[in-house]
Every structure is written in structure tokens, then in C-alpha cells.
């Protein structure tokens, strides 16, 4: 995420998930058992429609909470750029700096006044823009949102503005972060045909040249009508809303074609290694490897492989490396699945006076060791227990429910029941752990990332965990 436009400090209601924790715990450790669940799923009553000009609208109602979550998710993100990287993330921002009939920022100032969220963030894959609102103001939103799409200002002062705001970030959260630069590394060491290659807020050479000439053609083809899905979750009236969106929407442009970056992933032949030179107080260790994309047969024993790998202080690297070895500081990962490929990746901070090349010897001989061993039964259950518990907090707010359904949608073109969900993560076995750690986490198939101080340089830039 990278702009932020916040003018609620209250939380919204999570009176749902309260209500289902309490509900579904008991069901969820008999889960871990091996118990079947069945759930009701309040996505089963999703409303899919898509007016003539392409837009696809996803509402759904839900009356437990007098909130309303509207995002409005573009089919466009870093990996559809070519000429100039970072623009899908500059958009971003200047979506926030008015039309012909708003003022810059008056969009945030408008929604924020009546109690609202809004907020906005860029991937490799997609941009969402989200606002959380009352019932009342969701026509004001629809209003708000068509206006920017149809009359955005895309202007040299915009720009202007907008290059200097995003040139800050990316030295803030990237170039003086040691953990910035390095995931960053990361990424292109193993992305290195592929667009996810490529930083989502862009290199900053590409930054500094694209012209407005550039962002007008990247907008009018990316934010199109049958490029957009707008999700709508909450307390609303269906037949209400989908008329205003008709009314607002319905002159949204189509656009003819709408190009995609060809570049694909290819099959890495070895291990690759980077060394960043940087004055941290630790030395950091990044390791990735490639991985399948979403939706595949085997990403829920990847996910479940990840909880036990490297899934917060009671999993394997953690316990080895910072409590039993104390060689590390903390250690910690995951599975990272896109919607062309996936990466699954772990780095560590190594602990003051320990050697980085220690860490990195007892890092790899964890995940050796999965990959030799099955993985106990307790083990296996708490994972499962731990994604279980993810996926009903997925039914929290409208917003986390929006977000589950836009994704899903957006990357797999459907949104999969809790049921299904729940029992495919149920049918992962040990054997399977043991078999995606061999398959994918192997030497050939490895990036490496090391960030040290250079050489004869005090060390004056903390860093902790990414």
C-alpha cells in the first residue's frame, strides 16, 4: 500500500467476526483433528451483473452491520507496464488529485466528512481503491468514483506533484531501508524475465522520465469499463445500487483492446546471489524460490508447509534459528502467490556478533530437513488450525469480505466457498508437505540475498524485521 487517505479514526464494526469466533472455535480445533466443517458462507449469495459496456459489478447484501464496503478493483498493476515502470502505482495517487468536477483531494475530504474510509493500493497484479461508508452515503461514492474514472485531471502540474510525492516514498520505504532494498533485489534476482521483475513503485530513472503523453494512454486503456470490477458488500439494497451504478457507470468508455505485458517466467537453472552493501546495524538473509501461481493444485500445501516453515515464533526457522541457535534475531515468510507465478520466500536478521554465513547454514538446512522428514501430526494440525482461523476472519467486516471476493474473482475469475476452501486445506497430508518442500525449495531453484554493511564502514542504519 502506498497512499494513504484516512479520515475515520474510529474501527468499523467487527461485531461478525465475534460472532463467529465464538461459533466456530470449538469446530475449528476439531478441524485440526480432521474433523469435516461445514460453513455458511455469506459470499454464496453474491450478485454477479455486467452492463453493455463491460463493467462487472459484484454486490452482495449483508445487513449485520449498517456498513457499507465499495472497491473498485482495476484489472492493471505493475506487470502491464512497458515504457515506464511505477506508472500503474503514480495512478494511484493522481486519482486522488481531482477531475473536472472535484477538486484535488476534495474526493477523500468528501467521503471522510461523513464518517468514511477511503484508502488505495497497487500490486503486481491489480489497483483497488476502497472506501467504507453508511448506506446514505454509498450514493455519494458511486458519484465520486465514476466522476474520477470518466474526468480524471491528468495534467503536467499533476504529474509534477505526483513524481515528487512517489520519488519520496521510494526513498522512505526502498532506498533507505535495508529491508526495502532487499526484497527488492530479491524480486529481480528471481523474476528476471518476467514483469513481476520489476518494483511496483517503479525505478526511479522511470519515474523521473514518464511524460503525461505516457499517462494519458495508460490511463484511457487500463481504466476502462470492461477493465474495472466493482465489488459492493454491505448494507444495500441490490436492485437500488445496481441502478446507480447504471446511472454513474454506464458512460464509463470500453476500451477496444487492452494489452497485456508478454513476458513470462522461465526455468532458472541455478542458484542466484546478490550482495547489497549497506551501513544496517544487522546483516540481513533473504532467500526466495520460485513457486506456483494462485489457484494451484499445490498452494494449499505450500500454504500449510509455509505456516510450519516460517509462520511467526513457534515455527521451525524461528525456534532454530533465534531461540535454539540464537544466531538470528527473527525469522519469518511465506508463501506469495500471484496471479502469473509465485514466489515462496524467508529472510532472517542476523543477531549482533553472529556470522551471516552461520545463519545462512543452519536457514537452508531447515527447509532441508522438510524436505527429508514428514512433519508431525501436531505440526500439521496446528498449521490447518491457523489458516482455518484466517479464512473466517475473512467474514469479519464488509470490507475484509469485499477484499476476499475481489481477489478471488480478479485472479481466479470465480469466488470459491468457505466449504471448499476449508476442505481442500483439510486434505493436505504430511507426505504433501514433504513433497512441495522437495519439489519447489531446492538449491537450482533459489535466490539469495545478503545485505551487509561494506567493508570499513560503521554500521549507523537499525533495521528490524520487513
Known sequence: ?????????????????????????????????????????????????????????LTLEDHSTPVVSFQMWVRVGSKDETFYTGIAHLFEHMMFKGS??????????????????????????????????????????????AERVKNLDISEETLESEREVVLEERRMRTEDRPGGLA???????????????????????????????????????YYSANNIVLVIVGDLDTAETLALVEKEFGAVRRAETIPRNPGKVVAQRGERRSTIHYPARIPLLYGAWHAPKADDPDGDALDVASQILSAGRSSRLYRRLVYEEEQALYAEGGYWALQEAGL???????????????????????????????????????????????????????????????NEYVFLGRVRSLDERLASIQAVTAADVKRVIGRYLIQDNRSVVQVISPPETETVQAEGSP
Not at 479514526?9 to 469435516?36: T, Y
Not at 524480486?187 to 511496483?200: D, E, G, K, T
Not at 479464512?391 to 475481489?406: D, E, M, N, Y
Open 1 to 57: 500500500m502506498s497512499c494513504f487517505h484516512d479520515s475515520m479514526r474510529r474501527a468499523l464494526p467487527g461485531i461478525r467476526f465475534l460472532v463467529w469466533a465464538v461459533l466456530l472455535w470449538p469446530s475449528l480445533q476439531m478441524l485440526g483433528a480432521g474433523m469435516a466443517l461445514a460453513v455458511d458462507d455469506p459470499a454464496a449469495d453474491l450478485q454477479e451483473t455486467v452492463l453493455p459496456n463491460g463493467l462487472t459489478i
Open 100 to 145: 473536472k468536477q472535484i477538486e484535488p483531494e476534495e474526493h477523500a475530504r468528501l467521503v471522510g466528512a461523513r464518517g468514511g474510509r477511503i484508502n488505495a493500493y497497487t500490486t503486481r497484479d491489480v489497483t483497488v481503491y476502497h472506501e467504507d461508508v453508511t448506506a446514505e452515503s454509498l450514493p455519494l461514492v458511486l458519484a465520486l468514483e
Open 183 to 221: 526484497f527488492e533485489a530479491l524480486a529481480a534476482l528471481s523474476w528476471q524475465a518476467h514483469p513481476y521483475h520489476s518494483p511496483v513503485i517503479g525505478w526511479r530513472a522511470d519515474i523521473e522520465a514518464v511524460t503525461v503523453e505516457a499517462c494519458r494512454a495508460f490511463f484511457e486503456t
Open 344 to 406: 515462496f520466500f524467508a529472510v532472517a536478521g542476523v543477531r549482533p556478533g553472529a556470522e551471516i554465513g552461520q545463519v545462512e547454514t543452519l536457514f537452508f538446512a531447515e527447509i532441508e530437513r522438510m524436505a527429508r522428514e514428514e512433519v508431525s501430526e501436531s505440526e500439521l494440525a496446528k498449521a490447518k488450525r491457523q489458516l482455518e482461523v484466517g479464512l473466517v476472519q475473512g467474514l469479519a467486516t464488509a470490507h475484509s469480505l469485499a477484499g476476499r471476493i475481489g
